[in-house]
């Protein structure tokens, strides 16, 4: 929108001559609808900027496909038949990748039925930034500890297939070396190392009789989890601490195959999405998403899902609150150690305050005041923070959409529609993000949206890493 007057300069004058004292906190009396109209302005992406910020996704996507030194590297998973419903088989499944650390066990019973046994791990942070041994010892003491508790019979190897979700160039169905950690990980000597040794070694070391004959990650898991109740997905997307895509792609149409002629002609893509327009060419990049990028693990990388994902939004959140505090428009200038530390906003607050629908924004306050520390939250305070989530969420949803447009146009599948399958703490607990994402996929395509069905892939990880491996057995 055209605006016909600076909203900076406004600010000046109003905190000259308005500044009020209310209690002991001083105040800067600024119409709530100039804040939000100014915030409005930089986190609102329009229809058009969608379809430009879609366009060229589909763009990076096809490059990717001809080279592996482009922005999304769009690796082949080395899977290439989608399951039938019919696979049967008892498998482990590791899943490592986002919040929680998974071990699961996996029975396929055919006619798109699954038993699943899973128990949780919490890796401590101290093994995310270590030595590579000290996480994947971590990771074979876990397996042990499951076998253990759960009396699973290892007289004969037992198969288990790893969905490993950072970016890997995969060599092989149960081969690939890790490109770069992300979501908080960054382990010493792996990078360029094998992900399936670095395992099997540790699992010597606990000498536990398990072969890892699958490395999946997570989007491609969800998809094939999906296709084995719901033939017809041909997407599977991860909305949670990060983001990321696979897709079903033609064989002709990835120009850097080198593998040879596919039978089914298919092949798995995983897009690793995540790191799309880390040139910055398109996507709405504010000061906040700036400052959050300087100061992370991996600066100038990962850009789309830094704007997208759980780890993130929070944070972003807690960056625009400090430029208003440090401004004096938020909580009259007073922060707290809390709300002035990264990290300490979690996106789970978010999903909280924009369900607090209480008359007084009760909910909101209790975060506020209770979590964060901050010393007094007036009923504008907690207003303007509600906005703010609400913002930061909806570009995030809107931006998702156009990830998804962007794979459905590049498959050619406007028309003939396909089932997208999405797992995720984000889309599956935060408040309204599946429908502000059809709101923007309605934007993008019309009435040709209905075609695209977004479906919750539930637990797909590590089901898919067991129907993947149960397809190897075939
Ligand atoms: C990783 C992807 C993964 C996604 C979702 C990203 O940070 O690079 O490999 O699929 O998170 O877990």
């Not at 996507?61 to 592996?68: A, C, T």
């Not at 699961?104 to 041994?133: H, M």
């Not at 938020?330 to 996106?347: A, W």
């Not at 447009?405 to 599948?413: L, Q, Y």
Request: aromatic letters at 8%.
């Amino acid at each position: 929108m055209e605006k016909n007057f600076d909203i900076n300069a406004l600010r000046e004058i109003l905190h000259q001559n308005t500044t009020q004292m209310t209690g002991k906190y001083t105040y800067r009396e600024i119409d709530e609808s100039s804040i939000y109209s100014e915030l409005e302005d930089i986190f609102i992406i329009s229809p058009q900027r969608l379809r430009e910020i879609c366009k060229v996704f589909v763009k990076e996507m096809e490059d990717g496909l001809k080279s592996d030194n482009c922005t999304l590297k769009m690796i082949p998973s080395f899977v290439t038949n989608r399951p039938t419903g019919k696979e049967v088989g008892t498998y482990l499944a590791l899943d490592l990748g986002g919040t929680n650390f998974r071990v699961c066990e996996i029975n396929l019973e055919g006619q798109s039925k699954v038993r699943l046994r899973a128990k949780k791990f919490t890796i401590p942070d101290s093994a995310k930034t270590a030595d590579q041994t000290v996480l994947f010892d971590f990771l074979a003491e876990s397996i042990a500890i499951f076998i253990k508790e759960y009396n699973i019979n290892t007289e004969s190897d037992i198969n288990l297939g790893f969905t490993f979700s950072f970016p890997v160039q995969q060599t092989a169905l149960n081969k690939g070396t890790i490109l770069l950690w992300n979501k908080g990980f960054n382990c010493a000597n792996s990078i360029g190392k094998d992900v399936v040794n670095l395992l099997s070694e540790a699992l010597a070391r606990k000498q536990l009789k398990v072969n890892v004959v699958a490395l999946v990650n997570d989007t491609v898991g969800t998809l094939m989890s999906h296709a084995y109740v719901d033939p017809g997905t041909c997407v599977g997307v991860i909305l949670g601490t990060g983001t990321n895509a696979a897709y079903v792609e033609t064989i002709d149409a990835i120009p850097k195959w080198t593998g040879g002629p596919v039978k089914s002609n298919e092949m798995i893509i995983n897009s690793e999405w995540g790191a799309f327009d880390n040139e910055r060419k398109v996507l709405p990049w504010t000061k906040y998403d700036e400052q959050q990028d300087a100061a992370g693990t991996n600066p100038g990388k990962q850009t789309f899902e830094k704007m997208i994902s759980g780890m993130y939004l929070g944070e972003i959140v807690r960056l625009v609150c400090k430029d208003l505090i440090d401004r004096k428009i938020l909580f009259g200038g007073m922060s707290s150690t809390e709300m002035d530390t990264p990290g300490k906003f979690e996106t789970a607050y978010m999903s909280r305050i924009e369900r607090d629908h209480t008359a007084e924004l009760t909910d909101t306050k209790m975060v506020l005041q209770e979590i964060l520390k901050i010393p007094y939250v007036a009923p504008r305070d907690r207003r303007i923070v509600r906005r703010i989530c609400e913002l930061v969420a909806i570009r995030a949803a809107r931006l998702a959409a156009c990830g998804v447009a962007a794979v459905v146009t590049k498959m050619n599948r406007v028309d003939s529609g396909c089932t997208v399958a999405i797992d995720g703490s984000v889309y599956e607990h935060y408040p309204h993000f599946d429908s502000r994402m059809r709101d923007a996929l309605h934007e993008l395509f019309g009435m040709f949206s209905e075609n695209v069905s977004l479906q919750l892939g539930k637990d797909g990880s590590g089901i898919g890493a067991a129907v993947i491996a149960a397809l190897a057995d075939k």
